[in-house]
């Protein structure tokens, strides 16, 4: 049984900065992708960054040059720094992890940004 435990959201103002954790336990093939996806009040959960067990990011293009995906393969641990934080970053912040065709999730954590 695979297992997300995230940590690092909160408030910040505008402008500010977070950096959100995830871990993951269990049973973990080598090759697999990480991320985070976020999903705002009435809105769909969206994929916000991705990075593979080699190395590869991709960026929504909303959070580009913002926003900076990274992982310890040794802890299982995907990080995502996020900084210029905007009120519309304001969401919940879900770690994914995809293993072949299964999909693991974390429980999620606010991110709230203030004006």
């Known amino acids: 049984q695979v297992q997300l435990v995230e940590s690092g959201g909160g408030w910040v103002q505008a402008g500010g900065s977070l950096r959100l954790s995830c871990a993951a336990s269990?049973?973990?093939?080598?090759?697999?992708?990480m991320g985070w996806y976020r999903q705002a009040p009435g809105k769909q959960r969206e994929l916000v960054a991705a990075?593979?067990?080699?190395?590869?990011?991709n960026y929504a293009e909303s959070v580009e040059g913002r926003f900076t995906i990274s992982r310890d393969n040794a802890k299982n641990t995907v990080y995502l720094q996020m900084n210029s934080l905007k009120p519309e970053d304001t969401a919940v912040y879900y770690c994914?992890?995809?293993?072949?065709?299964?999909?693991?999730w974390g429980q999620g954590t606010q991110v709230t940004v203030s004006t």
């Open positions: 994914n992890l995809k293993i072949i065709v299964h999909n693991y």
């Open positions: 269990g049973t973990i093939f080598s090759i697999n992708i």
């Open positions: 990075i593979t067990s080699g190395g590869s990011t």
